[in-house]
């Protein structure tokens, strides 16, 4: 089930992408449409699986109307909708950072390389070992403690973008930091591969422009792809 490199769905470890870039980690990374795979995992797991998707979909829609609001947008669902359409295109990732040794103390090894996440949002839940961190305004890299009874949610480019970038996709790694292993996994929500991704016109003002020339889905996750993680994707396709 070793993940090919045009095809990233599978088992992974160190690899991340196909790019050269690689990270102290070992990956699950599965999408429903990636059918050949999901049906070589044991019943059990798939059907956890199955139900977890299911569930942060319908997290990640609730999220996204209580944004739409935030915004003063009328229109509840402009955003869930999206990552509610029955053919959107979300993902999985189950990531196992190995635990630090002794010798290694000190240096500041990458579990996951800096990166934003491309799709509309992100819902990460984690065990309690630290190692996540973002990236602020000013460069500076900030711990985000873990905790196993919360999800951390993250805005991706494409709702940078459906925004107009009132709402930015924050950068963040993983340091491979602790004596123990750090796990985490994450539901991307993305839009359907078809879907435009440009800043909804209930939400500019009267004179705003965009901000983005207009791409699919498809078209940005196929940029993404073949970009490194640490690239800025998104000025591609900035005005
Ligand atoms: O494993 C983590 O804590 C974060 C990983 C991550 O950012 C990702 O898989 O996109
Ligand atoms: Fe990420």
Request: glycine share 8%; hydrophobic share 40%.
């Amino acid at each position: 089930m070793a993940a090919p490199p045009h095809d990233p769905f599978g088992y992974g470890s160190s690899r991340i992408g196909s790019n050269g870039d690689v990270g102290r980690v070992e990956y699950l990374l599965l999408s429903p449409n990636s059918l050949l795979i999901l049906h070589q995992l044991p019943v059990l797991f798939r059907c956890a699986l199955e139900e977890y998707m299911v569930a942060m979909k319908k997290m990640c829609c609730e999220v996204l109307e209580v944004m739409a609001e935030g915004l003063g947008i009328g229109e509840r669902n402009a955003l869930s909708r999206v990552v509610g359409d029955e053919r959107s295109d979300s993902c999985f990732r189950l990531n196992h950072y190995p635990p630090v040794a002794a010798e290694e103390d000190g240096k500041m090894l990458i579990g996951f390389g800096e990166h934003t996440d491309p799709q509309i949002i992100s819902v990460l839940r984690s065990n309690n070992e630290s190692g996540l961190q973002i990236c602020l305004n000013d460069g500076s890299w900030v711990s985000i403690p873990p905790d196993p009874t919360s999800f951390f949610i993250n805005v991706g480019d494409s709702l940078q973008v459906m925004t107009n970038r009132r709402f930015k996709s924050v950068k963040h790694r993983v340091l491979a930091e602790s004596k123990q292993s750090r796990m985490s996994m994450i539901y991307f929500g993305g839009a359907a591969l078809s879907e435009k991704i440009a800043p909804l016109k209930s939400l500019m003002s009267k004179d705003e422009e965009s901000l983005y020339k207009e791409f699919t889905w498809l078209e940005y996750k196929n940029a993404a792809y073949k970009s490194r993680l640490a690239d800025n994707r998104l000025s591609l396709f900035e005005k």
